[in-house]
């Protein structure tokens, strides 16, 4: 069966100057995240605020409990994350039934 795990999070860059600033660190953090955790990721809100980024992550796979140790560690590595703060984020794991 196919689950899918969605991960919506907010953070604040607040070194972030312009636009550019704002999206130089944002494509650096969704290239590492990809690698990492093989995750679909985009920026899908604040996209005209320089200082704060709202992006969601999906992940699919047939059991539950890696997606969320995916999710977890997913998480983690945003509250680890040196160029901003992790602000908040929603987890929530898709089921087809």
Not at 49 to 67: E, H, K, M, W
Request: aromatic content about 6%.
């Amino acid at each position: 069966m196919l689950y899918i795990g969605v991960l919506q999070f907010t953070l604040s860059i607040p070194y972030a100057e312009t636009l550019k600033d704002k999206r130089n660190v944002i494509k650096a953090l969704k290239d590492r995240l990809r690698r990492s955790f093989n995750v679909s990721i985009a920026e899908i809100e604040d996209l005209d605020d320089c200082t704060i980024a709202t992006l969601g992550a999906v992940v699919a796979g047939s059991d539950t409990q890696n997606l969320n140790s995916t999710m977890d560690h997913l998480v983690n590595e945003l509250n680890e994350w040196r160029d901003g703060t992790l602000a908040d984020h929603q987890l929530e794991i898709i089921s087809p039934r």
